[in-house]
């Protein structure tokens, strides 16, 4: 094989490998796409729901009601994950 023969080869195969790497990051890529849009969405719904509690629910005035609505607010939210 000539020496123009295997510098063309070479620049073939380092642009296939160049290929597959960016096809492996884009699928990467793509899957974390998929996993936000999941977290994502669970807040969507949990949001909502959160808001009505919190507009029509009376909010205490001492500090330890307010930290245990807080807390409930956090378990209730933590178990969307």
Not at 8 to 28: G, N, Q, R, T
Not at 37 to 59: G, Y
């Amino acid at each position: 094989m000539s020496t123009i023969g295997t510098a063309h080869l070479c620049m073939i195969l380092m642009k296939a490998h160049l290929f597959v790497i960016v096809f492996y990051e884009l699928v990467d890529l793509t899957v974390k796409a998929e996993e936000f849009n999941e977290a994502v969405q669970v807040v969507r719904d949990w949001l909502p729901q959160a808001e009505v509690e919190l507009k029509f629910r009376p909010i205490s005035e001492d500090e330890e009601g307010i930290m245990l609505l807080i807390e409930n607010h956090e378990v209730s939210f933590a178990i969307c994950f």
